[in-house]
């Protein structure tokens, strides 16, 4: 069974960092990429970044360039999210999930989720 697992949401203030991780486990992970979503309150959700299968990076959001960056560790089956210099419009839940593709492609295709985890940015 496909599953992704979020964590590492929390309180933050605007300004500082945070770090989230997706552990995977059901599927050959090292062969497919994982994107990371988020949906605020009142608005859909959207595409964050994600990250193909050769370790490749793609920006889904303007909005976050610069800020946040993708990794992934293969030997623990794990994706990372470093998010710095948070805003207060970053508070949403963020997701992570997966079409088993290699490569990043649109988030619509994306047919495995997690559960989510939140970020909350307030001074």
């Known amino acids: 069974q496909v599953q992704l697992v979020e964590s590492g949401g929390g309180l933050v203030q605007p300004g500082g960092s945070l770090r989230l991780s997706c552990a995977a486990s059901?599927?050959?992970?090292?062969?497919?990429?994982i994107g990371w979503f988020r949906q605020a309150p009142g608005k859909e959700r959207e595409g964050v970044l994600c990250?193909?299968?050769?370790?490749?990076?793609?920006y889904y959001s303007d909005s976050v360039k610069g800020r946040f960056t993708i990794s992934r560790n293969n030997a623990n089956n794990t994706v990372y999210l470093q998010m710095k210099s948070l805003k207060d419009e970053d508070t949403a839940v963020y997701y992570c999930?997966?079409?088993?593709?290699?490569?990043?492609?649109?988030?619509?295709?994306?047919?495995?989720w997690g559960k989510g985890t939140l970020v909350t940015v307030s001074s």
């Open positions: 999930a997966t079409d088993l593709e290699s490569f990043c492609t649109d988030p619509g295709d994306m047919n495995y």
């Open positions: 990250i193909s299968s050769g370790d490749v990076s793609a």
């Open positions: 059901g599927f050959t992970f090292n062969n497919y990429a």
